[in-house]
């Protein structure tokens, strides 16, 4: 499995790589992989010297993370030799072993798989400030605390941005005021439309039921116009005469 891992980075534009193990250990201090469903103990510094530049050249200057979530295994010892406490080495060969970042978790049946779990919600929710050694470090724990050991020359986040740290919350302050403000001009004009819209409501009942038909200005002007139609009927009315032929005479009276 390692050496397929191995040639696809080397063969691969990759910018880094992430392996995560869930796997059990004994007194030992090694961890035991199942593999065609058998139990191999491995040397856990033995996994990741498989991955620096002496062995897989693709990794070169790119961030090689580990991440152990090891499950204990108690047994009945026979031996005292079974008591003796897993050793490594504190320093590494530089510039070999440089850009990786060891992640070890013990945990219990209880708790086995909650890191990953309190490890993703951190990463969307915090994955655009911090990096990933402060995600890893403030998860609770309420028996054992992740043990990292870190030879990244850089720091190392899961989201791409331009603001970190500091610069992120004022930042995110910003967008909050921005935001804020974007639903007040929201609110100002879904009022302003609600008063426009009531008064064209106003404004159509009023027309509507207007007190008899017509304003006094319109009342009095059809009122000149109507006195005037009749002087003008009266001017050309044709009074009708009798003589004595019994014919009518009309005349015209102006």
């Known amino acids: 499995m390692m050496f397929s891992v191995q040639d696809e980075a080397n063969n ?7 392996l995560f193990f869930s796997c059990s250990t004994k007194l030992d201090g090694k961890i035991y992989i199942r593999f065609k469903e058998k139990d191999m103990p491995v040397d856990i510094q033995q996994i990741w010297t498989q991955f620096t530049c002496n062995y897989c050249k693709g990794l070169r200057n790119k961030p090689k993370i580990f991440i152990f979530e090891i499950r204990m295994i108690h047994e009945v010892a ?95 302050i910003e967008k909050e005021l921005t935001y804020i403000l974007q639903q007040m001009k929201v609110s100002v004009d879904s009022a302003q439309e609600k008063v426009k819209e009531k008064k064209k409501i106003k404004k159509r009942f009023s027309f509507l039921f207007r007190p008899n038909g017509n304003s ?26 009798h003589d004595s032929n019994d014919n009518f005479r009309f005349t015209y009276s102006g």
């Open 12 to 18: 691969s534009n990759t910018n880094g790589l992430m």
């Open 78 to 172: 026979f031996e005292s030799t079974q008591f003796r406490a897993p050793t490594y080495s504190l320093t590494y060969d530089t510039p070999p072993e440089a850009d990786i970042l060891v992640i070890y978790n013990k945990t219990t049946d209880e708790t086995h798989g909650k890191l990953m779990n309190k490890l993703g919600k951190h990463m969307r929710k915090y994955g655009q400030r911090e990096d990933i050694i402060t995600l890893v470090s403030c998860i609770p724990s309420n028996n054992f605390r992740p043990m990292i050991i870190s030879t990244l020359t850089k720091k190392f986040y899961f989201t791409p941005s331009e603001y970190r740290g500091h610069h992120y919350n004022l930042y995110e």
């Open 216 to 241: 006094n200005d319109e009342q009095e002007k059809e009122s000149e116009e109507r006195h005037s139609r009749e002087t003008e009927t009266r001017g050309l009315t044709l009074p009708a005469t």
